[in-house]
């Protein structure tokens, strides 16, 4: 009886830590996200009224959605197909091969940090180093953050460099293929495309929905990148969802609001996992079936 107490007075700054920093702002959240509240304020409960205002008046709520579809739409195949063919450069028996990894990891460790986003921000600036390689190779200067039409998409650049922690991933699932099976299919004449589409995609579908569903959530969480780098600008069309959240909590005071957006999210993020989950078993290889 004694070691039974002694294991719970082990465990009980992670238990203190996960009701106060964690279960009590989760439940607390949905209390206020049917409240009117403010920070410092008395919540007023005014029901579904939240709710209702998100999917009938708010345009923004709408427009910060779609920006971050397509971020999500953008960023997670393309950080999924970088990641998997550097994997596959890497995944060979060359001098300096851990040197090389290392640096191909590095982006990821620091890629999302406010540092980085403040140089990505600085390199793509109307005087930025890239519109100055642009005019030395005497090309026509892009309005990268300023322009609707670039300034998303020169985001989502910034994100899909940060392949590094799928990279390691797909390596090692890369290095459990067994090598007999390449050996098989050299003596049934197989070439490399057909190595790849037989034996390696299909091996590496379980690593493949791994990675998907986690960039996925990812994707729809992305925060520094737009608050550091264009808050949402030019015309909202980099307004991040959870960037508009913010703004709504912590901006303009509207903290039950956000926590309605918040909870949205979460519903969203929810539904598309189980759907991930639900088409899982007609993509993704299962040894044991």
Partial sequence: MKREYQAYLYILPWILGF????LYPFVSSFIYSFTDYTVGAKATFQGLANYKKLFTQDKEFWNSLKVTILFALYTVPGKLIMALAVAMFLNRDLKGINLIRTLYYIPSLFGGSVAVALLWRLMFLDNGVINAILT?????????????????????????????????????????????????????GANKCNKFFKITLPLLTPTIFFNLVMQMINGF?????????????????????????????????????????AWIMLLLIGLITLVLFATKKFWVYDEGN
């Fill in 19 to 22: 009701v106060i920093l964690q």
């Fill in 136 to 188: 030395a190779l005497h090309l026509p200067v892009i309005q990268w953050l300023g322009d609707t039409r670039y300034a998303l998409r020169t985001i989502c650049m910034l994100e899909i460099w940060q392949f590094g922690s799928s990279m390691l991933i797909f390596l090692s699932a890369l290095k459990q293929i067994p090598t007999e099976l390449y050996e098989a299919a050299d003596v049934d």
């Fill in 221 to 261: 969480l992305a925060f520094t990148q737009c608050f550091i780098i264009t808050q949402g600008k030019p015309m909202d069309s980099t307004l991040f969802y959870t960037v508009y959240t913010y703004f709504q909590s912590f901006k303009f005071y509207n903290t039950g609001y956000g926590a309605a957006l």
